[in-house]
């Protein structure tokens, strides 16, 4: 069955980097677009980006477009979201989703907490 | 950027009720819309794709329904595990976007 394992929580300062992994199984991991999204603490859910691990063809929300890179590594199926200029805005849970166009459902990861704090 | 309203955004129910959520798109979505379920410190977990497939190991009494911009998921019969918030959201067209969620909770 799919699985999608999530890195463990990271604490950043402000104007930090943070890069958190996703490493997918159970399935053929160039197929299928690698979505992320975060969710704020007490908030709704945001979609941030996608990329195909096939070409490593990304697109991201306007919102965190020059900030926000997605990338890949075919040989332990892995997917990364580094997002950069870390603000205290940017503490939330980020997701990574997967399975949209596979016809057989939708898979979430268990989500990593970032914390960005002085 | 298409919107997702949801409605309501929160209803109380009793245990055996039968639930159902709206979601509307502000254009239409080809069907491509899922429906997740999140309790508190979880992550989501899908429910429905493609407005109307049910995912692999959700139980029956979750269904989806609709089409064009009209939207509905309904809970035949609330059980107590079933108290969480529910979402929508389009994967029609970017940026995905997502309805602003409706809590269940008990009457």
């Known amino acids: 069955q799919v699985l999608l394992v999530q890195s463990g929580a990271e604490v950043e300062k402000p104007g930090a980097s943070v890069k958190a992994s996703c490493k997918a199984s159970?399935?053929?991991?160039?197929?299928?677009?690698m979505h992320w999204v975060r969710q704020a603490p007490g908030q709704g859910l945001e979609w941030m980006g996608r990329?195909?691990?096939?070409?490593?063809?990304?697109r991201y929300a306007q919102k965190f477009q020059g900030r926000l890179t997605l990338t890949r590594d075919t040989s332990t199926s892995t997917v990364y979201m580094e997002l950069s200029s870390l603000r205290s805005e940017d503490t939330a849970v980020y997701y990574c989703?997967?399975?949209?166009?596979?016809?057989?459902?939708?898979?979430w990861g268990q989500g990593t907490l970032v914390t960005v704090s002085s | 950027d298409i919107q997702m309203t949801q409605s309501p955004s929160s209803l109380s129910a009793s245990v055996g009720d039968r639930v159902t959520i709206t979601c509307r798109a502000s254009?239409?979505?080809?069907?491509?819309l899922a429906w997740f379920q999140q309790k508190p410190g979880k992550a989501p977990k899908s429910l429905i794709y493609?407005?109307?497939s049910l995912q692999s190991g959700v139980p029956s009494k979750f269904s989806g329904s609709g089409s064009g911009t009209d939207f509905t998921l309904t809970i035949s019969s609330l059980q107590p595990e079933d108290f969480a918030t529910y979402y929508c959201q389009q994967y029609s067209s970017y940026p995905l976007t997502f309805g602003g969620g409706t809590k269940v909770e008990i009457k």
């Open positions: 493609a407005a109307s």
């Open positions: 990329i195909l691990p096939s070409d490593s063809n990304t």
């Open positions: 254009q239409g979505i080809n069907n491509k």
């Open positions: 989703i997967t399975g949209y166009s596979s016809g057989n459902g939708i898979e």
């Open positions: 159970g399935y053929t991991f160039t197929n299928y677009y």
